[in-house]
């Protein structure tokens, strides 16, 4: 077992190590919420104005660490280009489950259940970092136990679609999920592309990705990770979706 996979879960090892990638960078970083006594934390550019930038977050379930050590590996790998970048980062939106390994938070709630609430901590005040903004694209790094391969939603708006090109660039790490039906939507060659029906979320409450694409973002995508799989592989394949990502933002053709 390496380094990695044994502080995946290690929330303050995680932190420390985005400051070191904040000193070097024209980044900064700040707390933002409180939650369960942890500080939750955001990272912003200089050159980050109200329209135009770039949203990603990790961590909203704390049983995925492969996307919140994907995120940090691609912020490690380009570290000298961040601070060029138009980016507001949450490297870690729920810190008590992702110390606790649990996918929810210390109250037994699903974070990524609750952005139609204005009651709700961390997101309540996420939600109002953001309000100013309309980012051009957004990225939600997440896992899946179920998940056989790697995969992706893309909510439907703007062409080209995207999600077939992230997809390859994981490809090279973890196979894509060969699933027809994921999550009860028709999925093809793993990339789950819908439009939003409110109904099915007044009933199961409000994702950050909808609430992204409704509210605050021209694109927004949510990609998938097996969790069973080699943690390494799986932080290489969440990272190679990022650089992806940002290459089709600032180059959209």
């Known amino acids: ?3 990695t996979t044994q502080r995946s879960h290690d929330y303050a090892h995680l932190i420390a190590r985005w400051r070191g990638i904040v000193r070097r960078s024209d980044l900064a970083i700040r707390p933002f919420a409180i939650e369960s006594g942890f ?3 955001v990272i912003q550019s200089k050159s980050l104005d109200r329209r135009g930038g ?3 977050s990790a961590g909203i379930h704390g049983d995925e660490p492969g996307a919140t050590e994907g995120l940090l590996a ?3 790998t380009c570290v000298d280009q961040l601070g060029e ?3 507001l980062i949450f490297p870690c939106l ?3 489950g992702l110390v606790n390994n649990n996918r929810m938070d210390a109250l037994g709630n699903d974070l990524n259940r609750m952005f139609q609430h204005d009651n709700s901590g961390a997101i309540h005040e996420l939600k109002q970092l953001i309000k100013p903004y309309h980012f051009d694209s957004a990225l939600m790094l997440h896992e ?3 998940g056989q391969g790697v995969y992706l939603y893309e909510l439907l708006r703007s062409k080209p679609f995207w999600g077939e090109t992230l997809l390859e660039s994981a490809s090279r790490h973890i196979p894509l999920d060969p699933r027809s039906r994921i999550d009860g939507r028709k999925a093809v060659d793993g990339v789950v592309r819908r439009k939003i029906d409110p109904r099915r979320f007044r009933k199961i409450g409000l994702p950050e990705a909808i609430y992204l694409h409704t509210h605050h973002a021209t694109r927004t995508f949510t990609v998938e990770t097996p969790s069973e799989f080699d943690l390494s ?4 394949a969440h990272a190679a979706m990022l650089q992806k990502f940002i290459t089709l933002t600032r180059n959209p053709g």
């Open 144 to 146: 899946d136990y179920d």
């Open 39 to 41: 500080q939750v934390f």
């Open 94 to 96: 729920n810190p008590w």
């Open 233 to 236: 592989l799986r932080t290489q």
């Open 74 to 76: 691609w912020a490690e």
């Open 54 to 56: 770039i949203y990603i």
């Open 85 to 87: 970048l138009p980016l």
């Open 1 to 3: 077992m390496n380094s």
